[in-house]
């Protein structure tokens, strides 16, 4: 088996635990790794739909803040927005 694909295996499952828990960082965090993933492979449209995926999982959380430097340092660290 390639590591890929059990990396790809663990992923799903720490993404599926995240959205049960609704734990929207490792939410994020899972979708833009399985899309690092993805995009190795050579999948270019999956690797954008579970970024883009992940760039608004970023975005609904940095909205609900209402510390304006929170919502910055948010989408900036996140590494998702541009």
Do not use: K
């Amino acid at each position: 088996m390639d590591r890929r694909d059990e990396a790809e295996r663990a992923l799903r499952g720490a993404l599926d635990v995240a959205e049960r828990i609704a734990y929207p960082r490792g939410v994020w965090r899972g979708l833009a790794a399985l899309a690092e993933i993805a995009a190795r492979r050579g999948a270019a449209p999956r690797a954008e739909a579970l970024r883009t995926r992940a760039r608004e999982g970023v975005e609904r959380l940095a909205v609900s803040l209402r510390d304006t430097d929170l919502r910055r340092t948010l989408r900036t660290t996140s590494g998702l927005l541009d």
